[in-house]
């Protein structure tokens, strides 16, 4: 799937509330384009209204512009809606702010580099993965979920064609990522005066587990089981997830901004902060952690101005958390539990958590309404090297189980294998499924060259059981920088993100462009 990632830092000394733009990711090599612009104090009024109108919290102050804000500044003709029908001042709030914050953001090659993504993922038959990473820590309140381009079009979270997250580049490497069939979750309830917590249980087992006994595969759902820990000790939560038992942990209860990444509250006089439950879920290799508590999203500040990397969200994602989802302000029960249930029900689809996100934020807009907060507060976070894949199909899983077997002379499928050109190189057959390549030892192909990344590349094998039974190849990039090459009619070509089919005698190349030759064969049985 396609990605677009950008990246907002303020510019420390080139004048007041000065910030840079600029395309860290892209799907075609001149889409990384950058532009400088200041904070305009228009957006600051806008930002103070909305906070006294939606948050629940002190403002943060992102201009170093003091002057009071203006009373109700927002025009009343930019809300589009059928006839007869009138919009209150929170409406047209909610679109102002949004349609501000795409101003600043998409002005100029910014925007051609989003329109042009757009548009090869539309010609992929697919949408564009987006990512937005948010370098100054007073802009990470904001609600950028709501960014819409103009009245009557969806905002960016709610687009048809883009996958909306947040990420940070500053972040530890991802663990290892095993491949499951099935959604297998821990779910935590912690203290919380305001939860009863027997009740609050059954309905969240009954909202994660609703339709999966009945609906079996037949419907496309994976199985999915929750163990249950009610107000455990710190000791007791950490031992259950160095089980490695699951692949996502669930909390809900009370939660509060801190510098260490805030604060879980899971029994009287018993909490744990962000800095230490990401230490845990790193070693337990989970993939996703859903925090069902106010404020997980939300940094904590101090005379107004955030702390660097304080959030709960921040902080488990620079640990190697792959996703992170969490509230960025306070969210009522009932409004947390419709969340939960068609989220739930996405991941069951097999669903990448992306997806999965904006089908469950669709639901909140549909119950709630538009002018209403609920849709805006659920903040995914992904790891920049995830691609959102919670969990595989039975058919895709066990294409990638390990393949030790010799390859079979009398099978009737063709044989394939990469070998190096170099002299004295060797072959190395490609399994079925997924044959990684990168440069350290955890992968299948081993090229241990400076210019190849970690994880560099994969070869995915394909079976075709309709007529004639056969298999079909595809290269993946992978590389931090797409220096991923194949030979073509036009010479040396990169491969940026993308996935293309091989055809036997293909060359390749991966890291420099002046490295080792490779040659793609399929041999005849």
């Known amino acids: 799937m396609p990605s677009l990632n950008l990246a907002i830092a303020r510019l420390i000394n080139t004048g007041k509330d000065s910030f840079a733009i600029w395309v860290v990711k892209a799907p075609y090599p001149s889409g990384y384009v950058l532009r400088d612009c200041a904070w305009p104090a228009e957006l600051s009024q806008i930002w103070q209204e909305w906070q006294q109108m939606f948050a629940g919290h002190s403002g943060i102050h992102i201009s170093s512009d003091t002057k009071p804000p203006l009373t109700n500044s927002v025009p009343g003709n930019i809300v589009s809606l059928p006839s007869g029908q009138t919009t209150g001042y929170s409406s047209r709030l909610m679109q102002y702010l949004g349609m501000n914050l795409w101003r600043w953001i998409f002005e100029g090659p910014i925007l051609g580099s989003l ?314 057959f490609l399994r079925t499924g997924v044959t990684r390549i990168g440069r350290t030892k955890d992968n299948d192909i081993v090229i241990p060259e400076l210019s190849v990344s970690k994880r560099h590349a994969e070869i995915l094998c394909r079976n075709n059981f309709t007529g004639n039974p056969a298999r079909t190849y595809y290269l993946q990039d992978f590389s931090t920088y797409g220096t991923t090459w194949f030979l073509g009619s036009n010479g040396w070509q990169q491969i940026l993100r993308e996935e293309v089919p091989l055809k036997s005698g293909m060359q390749l190349k991966f890291g420099s462009s002046r490295g080792e030759i490779w040659e793609f064969i399929i041999e005849d049985s």
């Open 115 to 428: 329109e042009r993504s757009r548009g090869i993922a539309m010609g992929q038959h697919t949408r564009l993965r987006f990512r937005l990473e948010i370098r100054d820590p007073d802009l990470i309140a904001l609600p950028w979920e709501i960014m819409q381009r103009e009245p009557g079009q969806p905002a960016v979270s709610l687009s048809p064609d883009v996958l909306f997250s947040r990420t940070t580049s500053e972040v530890e490497a991802l663990p290892y990522l095993r491949i499951d069939q099935a959604l297998k979750v821990l779910l935590v309830l912690g203290h919380d005066q305001n939860l009863q917590l027997q009740t609050e249980a059954a309905i969240l087992e009954k909202t994660l587990l609703n339709g999966a006994q009945v609906a079996g595969y037949g419907q496309g759902y994976a199985p999915c089981t929750v163990k249950t820990l009610i107000q455990p000790t710190p000791q007791e939560l950490i031992q259950e997830l160095e089980t490695k038992a699951y692949n996502v942990f669930f909390y809900a209860g009370h939660g509060l901004p801190g510098p260490d990444g805030g604060l879980l509250f899971l029994r009287p006089g018993m909490s744990l902060n962000g800095i230490e439950l990401a230490q845990v879920l790193t070693r337990s290799a989970l993939k996703l952690a859903v925090f069902n508590a106010c404020w997980g999203a939300q940094p904590a500040a101090i005379n107004h101005q955030a702390i660097p990397a304080s959030s709960l969200a921040e902080v488990l994602i620079r640990h190697g958390v792959p996703a992170v989802l969490a509230m960025r302000d306070e969210i009522a029960d009932h409004e947390s539990h419709s969340f939960i249930q068609a989220f739930a029900e996405a991941l069951r689809s097999r669903k990448p958590i992306d997806e999965a996100v904006a089908e469950a934020r669709q639901e909140l807009l549909t119950l709630y309404k538009y002018n209403q907060p609920a849709w805006t507060l659920p903040v995914l976070y992904l790891h920049p090297d995830f691609d959102g894949e919670l969990i595989k199909s039975f058919d895709e899983s066990v294409t990638e189980m390990p393949d030790t077997a010799i390859p079979n002379s009398n099978s009737s499928m063709p044989i394939a294998s990469l070998r190096s050109l170099s002299p004295g190189g060797r072959s190395w």
